[in-house]
């Protein structure tokens, strides 16, 4: 990475704001992201992380406030848009189609052809080198193009699809809960695949409510509740504990832990009667 | 358990062998049922041969309802793989029919136009079923269930109302002998040993390779499996999903039209009940053929086994003794719920129990 390729954000949002109807699911917030960079998005369900990230995608436009890319002003006025300009989001549950094979998922919406006219037609040869290739980059090997993405595990799912936004040109990574419904092993391959992507140049925004996932991997912290930035942070700066306590969810742990001792005193009196 | 030191977990994966292949691809059913049900009714008939079910004669019979349902039968298979049923392509058969028969007969029209009015108004019905499915949202089993009724019923009251009082049009023969473009629909191409091969054949053929081709070898094939498998995935990944299931649509109704063509200038006349029916045995022949009821998996190749399996089993039974027609729901029936748990069990093998 050079520094002129860090200096200037690729992808931020200043000071937006969005209603719907009445509820304000946004106010005032500001996020950016530069190459080279993970951005982890943090808040508990209901902050407004959905509606931000949506922002940027292309799918919601804010009510007021802008959106930036290298530093100037733009309108997305569709997903597509916001693909063709560079942004990638995989939506954890809309990664990939386990009915199909490795090959057409990757290429899904993209399909190379070769022949004209109505002999126009889908190149499977050059699909499935580039497909095989690219999983192998990533540390997937696969032995049939033709194998189903349902024999895959989660993580592998989530990481193809990653692979696939990076193969086809995104410089903003947007990760809506890669790892919420992954174990412990599935999620290490998910990190380690954001790692490998910033390690490229990419800017990466991954959202996630686990504290745990983000602190190993992010550069910045923001921090999102009620709609509200809770503040921006940069690694060291900030611990798991406050990370947790600016979350909103501070207060519901500590009354948790207190409610917990409570129950296990009352069961530890049974115990003795 | 031991834990290696960084095992990815695709070398886990074992090597496939081309017959493991082969048994996870979705025709890999209906190859075998075809096969099955052949020799099965050829055991029923008591291995006999050059007479009766084991006979040139006996093989055009169920090769030519073979060929008409399995005309149906593909483009229901994409349609289905697509996510959507299509219920209205046994009265678009009737209805189509009308069509041709009232332009040719009634106000004798040539045949060129005939044709060129049936497909199009063919063309506008699955049109107007695919708008309807995408832009409301409903199920298309609802949709098609209205168009399939609409079409029906209007058939009926419009066609009484130019014929007084008939539902049949009679008489096309004689307005199309002679045309080569009539012969393309009716035509016998060889005759071997008393049986004849009709032009009905080559169509089947004809479809069956185009919708498999579309399918497996084309971008617009590969959008098919996708927004079958999740309409919103594939819109995220930029596939067009109102466009491909219209398309889709239109190319159902568009069969179900080559269907009627076929049957108004063979019998010479048209029926608005013709094709009762049709709708359910084209979903049967897709489900034979390995397609999934809910989308995202198929083969349009398998298909064309499926049609093979109803074909022999609607005209197998007459050869058998002691059985009749009767008999023929209950089979399909039979058929058509093992080739499900079949489906289901092939489905589970290829995508490793996992998904």
Redesign the interface.
């Known amino acids: 990475m050079t520094v002129l390729s860090s200096s200037v954000p690729v992808l931020e949002a200043r000071n937006v704001s969005k209603l719907f109807g009445r509820v304000l699911a946004l106010k005032d917030v500001s996020l950016s992201v530069r190459a080279g960079e993970v951005n982890c998005l943090l808040g508990d369900n209901g902050a407004g992380k959905s509606t931000l990230i949506k922002m940027l995608s292309g799918v919601h436009r804010p009510d007021s406030g802008t959106l930036a890319m290298d530093g100037e002003p733009i309108t997305l006025s569709s997903?597509?848009d916001a693909?063709k300009r560079g942004i990638a989001?995989v939506?954890q549950d809309?990664?990939?189609?386990?009915?199909?094979s490795v090959s057409?998922n990757f290429?899904?919406?993209?399909?190379p052809?070769v022949g004209v006219g109505p002999l126009?037609?889908?190149d499977?040869a050059t699909a499935d080198r580039v497909a095989r290739e690219q999983m192998h980059e990533i540390?997937?090997?696969?032995?049939?193009t033709?194998?189903?993405v349902?024999?895959?595990?989660g993580?592998?799912r989530q990481t193809l699809a990653i692979a696939r936004a990076e193969y086809f040109g995104a410089r903003v990574l947007i990760l809506d809960e890669p790892t919420s419904a992954l174990g412990v092993k599935q999620s290490a391959?998910v990190l380690r695949h954001i790692l490998r992507a910033r390690a490229r140049g990419l800017a990466v925004i991954f959202i996630t409510h686990n504290v745990q996932h983000a602190l190993p991997v992010g550069d910045k912290f923001t921090i999102l509740s009620h709609g509200r930035s809770a503040g921006e942070f940069k690694r060291g700066e900030v611990s798991l504990e406050q990370l947790l306590s600016l979350m909103g969810g501070g207060s519901e742990l500590a009354e948790l832990a207190t409610e917990l001792e409570q129950l296990r005193a009352a069961g530890a009196s049974l115990d003795a009667g | 358990m031991t834990v290696d030191a960084t095992p990815?977990?695709?070398?886990r994966?074992r090597?496939?062998s081309p017959w493991r292949?082969f048994l996870t691809r979705p025709e890999f059913g209906s190859i075998i049922g075809a096969v099955f049900i052949f020799t099965l009714f050829w055991a029923l008939t008591g291995f006999t041969v050059g007479k009766g079910f084991m006979s040139w004669q006996g093989f055009a019979a169920y090769i030519e309802v073979t060929a008409q349902v399995g005309i149906l039968g593909a483009t229901v298979s994409l349609l289905m793989i697509a996510g959507e049923f299509d219920l209205s392509v046994g009265s678009m058969v009737g209805a189509a029919g009308l069509i041709l028969a009232m332009c040719v007969s009634t106000y004798g029209l040539p045949v060129w136009l005939g044709l060129l009015i049936t497909f199009a108004f063919a063309l506008a019905i699955g049109w107007i079923n695919g708008y309807l499915v995408v832009r409301t949202g409903l199920p298309s089993f609802i949709v098609t269930l209205g168009t399939l009724y609409m079409l029906r019923g209007a058939g009926l009251a419009l066609t009484r109302m130019a014929t007084n009082g008939l539902t049949i049009v009679s008489g096309v023969n004689t307005s199309t002998a002679g045309d080569p473009l009539a012969w393309l629909f009716n035509g016998t191409i060889i005759s071997i040993g008393g049986g004849d091969f009709k032009t009905e054949l080559v169509w089947w053929i004809v479809v069956v390779l185009v919708s498999t081709?579309v399918l497996l070898?084309?971008?617009f094939?590969?959008?098919i499996?996708?927004v079958g498998?999740?309409k919103?995935?594939?819109r995220?990944?930029?596939?067009p999903v109102s466009r491909v299931k219209i398309l889709l649509f239109m190319a159902t109704a568009l069969s179900a039209a080559i269907f009627a063509c076929i049957q108004v200038l063979s019998f010479g006349t048209a029926d608005v009940l013709r094709g009762t029916g049709k709708e359910f045995e084209a979903i049967i022949t897709a489900v034979i053929g390995g397609t999934?009821l809910t989308g995202?998996?198929g083969s349009a190749l398998g298909s064309a086994f499926g049609a093979f399996v109803l074909g022999v089993t609607q005209l197998g039974i007459y050869f058998v003794p002691g059985f009749n027609s009767d008999w023929y729901a209950f089979v399909l029936g039979l058929l058509l719920l093992v080739a499900a748990m079949l489906n289901n069990w092939i489905?589970r093998r290829?995508?490793?129990a996992?998904?």
């Open positions: 997903p597509h693909q989001t939506f809309l990664a990939v189609l386990p009915l199909m057409r290429f899904l919406g993209n399909e052809t126009r037609r889908f499977i540390g997937i090997e696969v032995r049939e033709s194998q189903l349902g024999t895959m595990s993580g592998e391959i | 990815s977990e695709a070398q994966i090597r496939i292949t081709w070898r084309t971008r094939g590969n959008w499996f996708a498998g999740n919103d995935a594939s995220s990944m930029g596939v999934l995202g998996y489905l290829a995508s490793g996992r998904s």
